[in-house]
């Protein structure tokens, strides 16, 4: 919220409530409705500022990966500057509050009363303009853009250059229909599919024009949310194709490779799309048709025990 914006909703809700004040006495009416507008005027500055505070924890205990995916929109050294100064203000708020509050109660007159709650909204203004909290706002509301991605789960992600065929893959191994999110402050989606082991899901995550292309040509914000992916899963399928249908040779894939195993110090299985190529330079673990049921069960097969050595058979 605007720092304009907050105050003035502060001030006018205060006025409004102050007219409803009842008393018998006049000096002691008006001395109620000035301390109706300092409390009043004072808990709505609060009440938001704390919400950030809140908001700021709260984000704090998420999962490494949701902490790191909301950094790549935001300076967060600011962020924590921020932070640090709502927390500073409110202990400023709160003290002005009590000293103006005690005043205002002892006052002599309607005057003294009236100028001493005008005082108290300027100092109170002042510390609200002087406050700075756009960055730590920005941070809090990119929560709502996080991608619905289960915790509770084991993840591989699927990787390789474009067009090898890991959307195939991944809709394959789950056999239903994929969920398509929003990959946040990038233009990029994250394609998402599960697969059982035993009772359990595994989660299998692609992300679409992510993990197909060298860290060199990625933007500072993509370098950002490919590092956040690394806290998700170390545990990569990674597709190649021998045919170079794709549009990029063997020896650009195995280099993609190279930097995602480095990237994410992961265990990778290799999977090729053609059963029928080979290709002297590279020892792969499996040979798929991405069409062919009985290759897909395989490739299941081949998951399971490659990752958490489990046979169903």
């Avoid at 300092?38 to 924890?57: E, G, H, P, Q």
Wanted: glycine share 4%; aromatic share 8%.
């Amino acid at each position: 919220m605007e720092k304009e914006v907050l105050l003035d909703k502060a001030f006018k809700e205060a006025a409004k409530k102050a007219k409803a004040v009842k008393s018998s006495e006049k000096r002691e009416k008006h001395i109620k409705a000035d301390l109706s507008r300092l409390d009043i005027s004072s808990s709505i500055i609060t009440s938001y500022l704390n919400s950030l505070i809140k908001a700021y924890k709260e984000i704090r205990k998420l999962d490494r990966f949701s902490k790191e995916l909301l950094k790549t929109d935001v300076d967060y050294e600011k962020v924590k500057l921020e932070y640090r100064g709502v927390k500073a203000s409110l202990r400023i708020i709160k003290r002005l509050t009590v000293n103006y509050r005690m005043r205002i109660k002892y006052s002599d007159d309607r005057r003294e009363s009236n100028k001493l709650r005008k005082e108290f909204y300027g100092r109170l203004a002042s510390v609200v303009k002087r406050l700075k909290y756009e960055e730590l706002e920005r941070f809090i509301k990119g929560r709502r853009k996080l991608p619905h991605i289960r915790k509770d789960v084991d993840t591989i992600i699927i990787a390789g250059a474009p067009n090898v065929g890991k959307s195939l893959i991944l809709k394959q191994l789950s056999g239903s229909r994929v969920q398509v999110n929003e990959y946040p402050f990038t233009t990029k989606k994250i394609l998402i599919g599960y697969m059982r082991k035993g009772y359990e899901d595994i989660q299998l995550i692609d992300t679409p024009g992510l993990l197909d292309r060298p860290m060199e040509k990625r933007n500072k914000i993509e370098k950002k949310a490919i590092l956040a992916l690394k806290f998700l899963s170390k545990d990569v399928v990674f597709v190649i194709d021998y045919s170079e249908s794709c549009g990029y040779s063997v020896e650009q894939q195995l280099k993609l490779l190279d930097e995602i195993k480095k990237l994410f110090k992961a265990r990778v299985l290799l999977v090729a799309t053609h059963r029928d190529l080979k290709h002297k330079k590279v020892k792969v673990d499996i040979e798929i048709n991405a069409k062919d049921k009985k290759d897909i069960e395989k490739l299941k097969k081949q998951i399971l025990l490659y990752f958490y050595g489990w046979d169903r058979n």
